[in-house]
């Protein structure tokens, strides 16, 4: 999992609809950079070392994945497709701007880029908006936070807060509206992966399967036969205590629940691996611990084809996975697919990805999202 690093950038735009524009560049640095924390104020502005219709102004904050180098590349990208237009002049109209004026507590200075923002301590239209969001964050050079340069700003321009403010993109996706969710799929498909960026970037209490520590489990990829009873039966003590502890303990500070796996997932594979009488006897003992489990409010089912799973269980090195075949994969797919066919009162999402790297590729991980949602709310209609 890539590390995320924090980005405070100001935006402004004086040609066209300005408004409009700061709100398609915030969309854009969504899809593009990463996840939008926090948006100020939009403040109107006079124009700034040059006479020019007023400006619009606002400061995010921004969690991603990338460099400060690839984030400049981006914020170059979105600004030419949002129609700005550059010439040799330092100061001219523009339908956007977007600056860097801090990344994490980082100092970079390359003919390229310069952080923190060489003059954001010099303009009260900066400044201002990103006091709204980040007043006690630190500059890194002057080693004063925002609020105290601020105060100490010799601009005296005059700013005007406006009444509208601009919509965070984060909040199209609905899973607020969810207590738990469960994200399941096949060894290798990226369910933990999924799972971990949900909780992340949407405040929710994250449940991880514990698994690396069973006995049983690299014993099992040996000598199946043998050892798949006692491996089905530590995983349903284990997933049956851990869940029940889990949802019971209610965090005041989260806003739902996301899971990698759901308690079901103990019959799926115990179908597979287990002798007919062993899986009769495994299944009674299930439903005996597993009535009073709720149920995920949406279930989503990651599919990936076989070649892409032994592709990841090889990327990801665990040992005593390398040796697991192809028929093994196909028939827990097989297996999922068939249960969550069957099943009636709870809501199931399938998903291909196949071709997605939703890791990798921060629109592969909205596509996703996408899906998650328009599903959901086709459900609640």
């Given at each position: 999992m890539m590390e995320l690093k924090t980005a405070y950038l100001s935006l402004g735009s004086n040609k066209g609809d300005k408004f409009k524009n700061l709100q398609d560049a915030v969309d854009e640095v969504y899809t593009y950079i990463g996840n939008v924390k926090l948006i100020s104020k939009v403040y109107q502005s006079p124009s700034f070392g040059f006479e020019s219709d007023d400006f619009l102004n606002t400061c995010l904050i921004v969690e991603t994945g990338l460099t400060a180098s690839q984030t400049m590349k981006q914020l170059l990208k979105i600004e030419e497709r949002l129609g700005r237009q550059r010439t040799s002049g330092s100061y001219e109209a523009r339908t956007i701007d977007i600056d860097i004026l801090f990344f994490e507590d980082a100092i970079i200075s390359t003919k390229a880029l310069q952080v923190p923002h060489p003059e954001m301590t010099k303009r009260r239209f900066?400044?201002?908006p990103l006091n709204d969001i980040a007043s006690g964050f630190e500059h890194p050079k002057y080693k004063k936070p925002v609020n105290e340069l601020l105060q100490e700003c010799d601009d005296d321009s005059i700013l005007e807060p406006i009444r509208i403010w601009l919509k965070n993109p984060r909040k199209k996706?609905?899973?607020t509206d969810f207590n738990y969710l469960a994200i399941e799929?096949?060894?290798?498909a990226g369910k933990t992966s999924?799972?971990?960026m949900i909780a992340r970037d949407f405040n929710a209490k994250l449940i991880l399967e514990r698994f690396a520590d069973n006995p049983?489990?690299?014993?099992?990829?040996?000598?199946?036969?043998?050892?798949?009873f006692p491996l089905e039966m530590s995983f349903l003590a284990d997933r049956y205590q851990q869940i029940s502890d889990d949802l019971s303990q209610l965090d005041l500070f989260k806003d739902f629940i996301v899971s990698d796996y759901d308690v079901f997932k103990s019959l799926i594979f115990s179908k597979i691996t287990l002798q007919e009488d062993e899986f009769t006897l495994y299944r009674k003992l299930f439903y005996l611990m597993y009535k009073d489990i709720p149920k995920p409010d949406l279930y989503i089912y990651l599919y990936q084809n076989t070649e892409r799973l032994r592709e990841n269980i090889r990327k990801r090195g665990r040992?005593?996975?390398?040796n697991i075949d192809s028929e093994y994969l196909e028939k827990i797919n097989t297996g999922y697919i068939d249960f969550l066919k069957s099943q009636t009162d709870i809501n199931v999402k399938i998903i291909d990805i196949s071709d997605l790297d939703f890791v990798k590729n921060r629109r592969d991980f909205l596509q996703?999202?996408?899906e998650m949602c328009s599903f959901a709310v086709k459900k609640s209609l």
């Open positions: 900066v400044l201002q996706h609905c899973f799929g096949n060894i290798g999924l799972a971990t049983f489990l690299p014993k099992f990829y040996e000598d199946q036969n043998r050892y798949a040992d005593y996975e390398q996703i999202l996408d």
